[in-house]
């Protein structure tokens, strides 16, 4: 018996494994990563460095539907990263570089904007999928840098939506895989 659970074990846990980042530097505190759908924008924010030109305000954080860092490339859907900074100031001048695919006109494969995070609140960073051009398959990373030092560097594996209509289909968007 002792055998077959250690058997179990071993198949299923690289399945069930919690999300991690790749690297978190002393100055953040906690960190949360996940899948989302996307929340409803209060309004946008000017992020020149971005191929949409904005960056989404929300009113509030949304909930995660997943801990998990494989993403269905499908309109709704989104992922990213709730943070807080050790410092109760939390840390301003933070900048957040998405790494992905080649996209767009000119098969850009970063984007960045600057923001913060908050030490007692702490932060939500996330990219949405709003775009055809932004559904792309294939690694995806964010980084949050201060002062030339990465804060954490997080990734992401997008995939088709037939390969996740588990999350595909959770944010309403079915018809992305008939």
């Not at 409803?40 to 801990?67: C, K, M, Q, R, Y």
């Not at 939390?90 to 494969?109: E, F, R, S, W, Y």
Request: net charge negative; with cysteine.
């Amino acid at each position: 018996m002792k055998h077959w659970l250690t058997i179990f074990c071993l198949i299923i846990a690289p399945k069930v494994a919690a999300a991690q980042a790749d690297m978190v530097s002393t100055e953040i505190a906690e960190i949360e990563i996940g899948i989302l759908c996307a929340p409803d924008t209060i309004t946008t924010s000017p992020a020149p460095d971005t191929l949409a030109g904005i960056t989404h305000v929300v009113d509030e954080p949304p909930n995660f539907v997943s801990n998990g860092q494989v993403v269905p490339a499908a309109f709704g859907v989104g992922f990213g990263v709730r943070s807080r900074a050790l410092r109760a100031e939390g840390l301003d001048n933070v900048t957040i570089v998405i790494t992905h695919p080649p996209m767009g006109d000119n098969g850009a494969t970063t984007q960045s904007y600057t923001t913060g995070i908050g030490g007692d609140g702490g932060s939500f960073t996330f990219y949405q999928f709003d775009y055809a051009y932004e559904l792309q398959t294939g690694p995806w990373t964010i980084t949050a840098m201060r002062n030339d030092k990465p804060l954490y560097t997080v990734s992401f594996d997008v995939v088709a939506p037939e390969n996740r209509p588990d999350l595909a289909s959770v944010c309403g968007y079915v018809d992305m895989l008939s």
